[in-house]
C-alpha cells in the first residue's frame, strides 16, 4: 500500500500537469483539485493508478472521469461561494466534492446517482472527505433533475445526453450555468449553456466522452 506521502507528491504533480497544460485556469481549483484525495474515490484495486489522468472503472459500467476532464468542468461552470448547485452522476462522488469545497461556505450539492451501489460508494466516499454536511446524494432517475430544491444556480451532467433535458433547463435559476455533455452514446459535446430572460444561450466547449446519460430525458 502507497503511503499518503506517496499519493500526495503524485497529486501535485498531476496538479501541475493539468496547470501547465492549460486545464486548470484558477487558483481556486487548483487549491480545490490539490485538498481532495482523489485515491479516496477510486476503487481499493486502482489506488496506484489514482493519479493518471484517465477515466478509471469504478463498478456497474460506471467511471470516475479523467482529472483533466474534471478540471475543464469546474473552470466552465464558473462555480462561486454560496452557489446552489445540481450534479447528475454523482458515480463515486469525487466531482461533487470538489464542487462543494469550490462553493464553500454557504454553498449546497445536490448530486443524483441511479444506480444503488454507487449511491452508497458516493456518500461514503463525501463522509470520508469531510463534505457530508455540504453534499446530499439523491438515488433517482437523473434527468429528471431535482426540482424539489430547485431553482439550481449551477447544473452539471457528468453523463453523455442526446439533448439539454428539459427539466434540468426549468430547474436552472435565471443566469445560472448548465454544463451537458451533448451527443450519442459514445462521443459528446461539452455544451455549456446560460439561461438570460428565461431563454438559454448555449456555446459548444469541445469534444468529450462520457457514459450515456440512462433515464426518461436520456438513454433507454
Do not use: W
Request: charged share 25%; aromatic share 8%; hydrophobic share 40%.
Amino acid at each position: 500500500m502507497e503511503s499518503g506521502d506517496g499519493f500526495l507528491e503524485r497529486r501535485k504533480r498531476l496538479v501541475s500537469n493539468l496547470v501547465s497544460a492549460g486545464y486548470i485556469r484558477t487558483k481556486e481549483v487548483e487549491k480545490a483539485m490539490m485538498k481532495i484525495p482523489r485515491e479516496n474515490f477510486v476503487p481499493r484495486d486502482l489506488l496506484t493508478e489514482a493519479y493518471i489522468d484517465t477515466p478509471l472503472p469504478i463498478g456497474k459500467g460506471q467511471t470516475i472521469s479523467a482529472p483533466h476532464m474534471v478540471a475543464i468542468m469546474l473552470e466552465e461552470l464558473m462555480l462561486e461561494q454560496g452557489q446552489k448547485v445540481l450534479e447528475i452522476g454523482a458515480g463515486s462522488g469525487y466531482h461533487a466534492a470538489l464542487t462543494a469545497e469550490l462553493v464553500s461556505p454557504g454553498g449546497f450539492v445536490y448530486t443524483i446517482e441511479r444506480i444503488p451501489e454507487l449511491v452508497g460508494f458516493a456518500r461514503a466516499n463525501i463522509e470520508k472527505a469531510g463534505y457530508g454536511n455540504c453534499v446530499e446524494v439523491i438515488e433517482g432517475d437523473g434527468s429528471k433533475g431535482y426540482p424539489e430544491n430547485s431553482p439550481y444556480d449551477r447544473i452539471f451532467v457528468a453523463c453523455g445526453a442526446p439533448d439539454l433535458p428539459k427539466p434540468l433547463i426549468s430547474q436552472l435559476a435565471e443566469d445560472g450555468v448548465m454544463l451537458v455533455p451533448v451527443g450519442g452514446r459514445y462521443f459528446q459535446d461539452l455544451i455549456r449553456a446560460r439561461k438570460k430572460k428565461g431563454k438559454l444561450l448555449t456555446e459548444n466547449r469541445g469534444g468529450c466522452v462520457f457514459v450515456p446519460l440512462i433515464g426518461e430525458y436520456g438513454y433507454e
